[in-house]
């Protein structure tokens, strides 16, 4: 409801609780979409956030450049959904260029028969509220009727929005990879113990200790440009693909912009079934 000037003026502390909410749940929206608002605090509490590698993973090429050394970085300047620079989108990816790697110096983490006849991309954010519904009503029947009997090739792929997000996925690529489900899963099922409009790094540190990351191995990565420089790509790889936000979805070639729930992602899915080919022959079509 809008008030008057007079009004606003005469009820300041009624106000000031109305605004501090409405910022946390902006805040909690921009980690699912890629066109959510600019805020700009970027502190952690009690001090500034110094600028780190980790920090650069949520912001593109042009944005990096636009804030220039002196000016603070801003945890969700991330406007995806924008076509910064002139930025070149794929219209109608192939299946070669949705599984074309990003970089050569991170693994693509994948679960399921590499010659599977479905392959599925989930491009996430570990701050975002509908990748974890998904993770938690969903995947459980995928992974047990799908990726399991070899229908299915489930990959995840990392689209950080905001600072916060990217100092996890850090730390979430800084574990051992047979650990990166585990983690993966307890930072999503473990969102509010970590997640605040400001970088809170003891408690994304907090989540990582749990599958055993040290202190130093979780800091030593934060610095590690190789590391944050491939996020990065895969992140750019992304936008050209057409992702905008999180959880989007490649079932084969097909872009899918919303979260999916399991009465339709069954019907994306069932249907690519019927052909009797595997997406490596798929491939080579």
Known sequence: MKMRGDRQAARPRAIAPMMFIGAIVLASLTGCSGTGPSLTTGATAGATA???AADMIALSPEEIAAQGPSEPLNPFNDITGQPLGGREVIANPTLAEVLEPA???LPEMSWGKPDA???LVK????TCPHCRTFHTDVYPKLKRDYIDTGKVRFILREFPIGRTS???TVALRCAAPEKYLDLYSRYLGQQPSWVAQEVRLDAIFAVASQVGLSRA??????Q???LVDGLKLIKDRGRKLGIIGTPNFFIGNKLIKKSLDWPSLQAEIDP???TGSTAAEALTR
Not at 123 to 126: K, V
Not at 217 to 222: E, G, L
């Open 103 to 105: 970089t050569p110096h």
């Open 123 to 126: 491009y996430m954010s570990l």
């Open 166 to 168: 990217g100092q996890a």
């Open 217 to 222: 191995a979780f800091d030593a990565c934060r």
């Open 224 to 226: 590690d440009v190789r």
């Open 272 to 274: 690519l079934l019927t």
């Open 117 to 119: 006849p479905v392959v």
């Open 50 to 52: 110094p600028k780190v």
